[in-house]
């Protein structure tokens, strides 16, 4: 049986959802929506996508996200794959924590995406696990109302405009518009067993249907396997990309910027489940605090630095496709 198209391309918005495996928890505590969240964070700079919204129940999680790099897939699989293995191994379990790959709806940039943040956000109050959004911890809503830096990486700026043009009225405005129960067309979509592929106005779903569902009908998306990569993996992809030996990787020099294995220990930091201690081990190093300090600097450098970014995403880039084959 063919998979659906997942349809790609720069600047793309999807509503994106999955549940547990025969409708077990993804979240057991406090702890592991924590970890969710640090991984959306983290997914956001590593893979360059924008979080517009997310609410986290129980046994499933919704994200509203845009891809400038057209990588959902890439994306995707990544957060499923890393959460898997660090819930799997702080609860002591193996195999499978998701029904499947995700479900993606593929949404227009308009007011469509209001009804979809409001649709996400209102999700434990539909669920009867909150009185209003508001009282819900685990949702983005909060971050629509807060002004501090720690939600800085989430993306709200576009929506808040789509509401309302003047800055000074984007929470008051935000704040009325959640607050109205969801709209029946919005709602309606998801009761179904089966979703839209795509979801907007009539316009924007013929121009997906003239550009993308002149593919052949019989067209598969290649399975992937849902695991987060070894770090031998990682390192191989490195060393080969900056033709150096494990030996030169490892190697480094009192106040020297060894690019290779910093690239090496920040991938393997955001790809693996394996921790601050284990990384150390991999790359010989025995103070778990050097590996926090390097993992930083490198965000930082990361950062500022674009040309060093690109690097590290093909490196990333080989390793993902590197996966794919194993």
């Known amino acids: 049986m063919a998979r659906p198209l997942r349809i790609e391309y720069p600047g793309a918005w999807y509503h994106v959802m999955n549940r547990g495996r025969r409708g077990e928890t993804t979240f057991d505590d406090g702890h592991d929506y924590q970890v969710f969240v ?42 499923n794959g890393v959460y898997t293995q660090r819930f799997n191994r702080r609860h002591l379990c193996d195999g499978q924590l998701f029904r499947g790959r995700y479900k993606s709806i593929l949404v227009s940039g308009d007011s469509y995406l209001l009804q979809l943040l409001r649709y996400i956000h209102r999700n434990p109050v539909k669920a009867g696990i909150a ?7 685990w949702s983005s809503h909060k971050g629509y109302l807060s002004v501090a830096k720690k939600w800085n990486w989430l993306h709200k700026e576009f929506i808040f405009s789509l509401l309302t043009k003047d800055r000074k009225e984007w929470v008051k405005e935000y704040r009325q518009f959640v607050s109205i129960e969801n709209d029946e067309e ?22 997906v249907k003239g550009k993308y569902y002149a593919l052949k009908a019989d067209q598969e998306v290649p399975q992937t396997k849902e695991l987060a990569p070894e770090a031998d993996l990682i390192i191989k992809a490195v060393c080969e990309f900056y033709n150096v030996s494990r030996d030169e990787l490892c190697r480094s020099r009192r106040g020297e910027f060894n690019e290779p294995r910093n690239v090496a220990i920040l991938l393997t930091r955001r790809l693996t489940p394996n921790s601050l201690k284990e990384i150390g081990l991999q790359f010989g190093m025995e103070k778990y605090s050097s590996i926090s300090s390097i993992i930083e600097r490198m965000k930082k450098r990361v950062l500022k630095d674009r040309n060093l970014k690109k690097r590290m995403d093909r490196v990333a880039d080989g390793v993902n496709k590197s996966q794919e084959q194993t």
Not at 131 to 137: C, E, L, N, Q, S
Not at 186 to 207: A, M, Q, Y
């Open 38 to 79: 640090e991984l959306l964070k983290e997914s956001s700079e590593m893979w360059n996508i924008r979080v517009a919204a997310y609410c986290l129940m129980a046994n499933h999680y919704h994200i509203l996200v845009q891809t400038p790099d057209a990588n959902i897939a890439r994306c995707m699989r990544h957060i």
């Open 131 to 137: 009185g209003k959004p508001d009282d819900y911890t």
């Open 186 to 207: 919005i709602g309606g979509v998801f009761e179904g067993k089966t979703w839209p592929s795509v979801l907007g106005p009539e316009r924007f779903i013929d121009w």
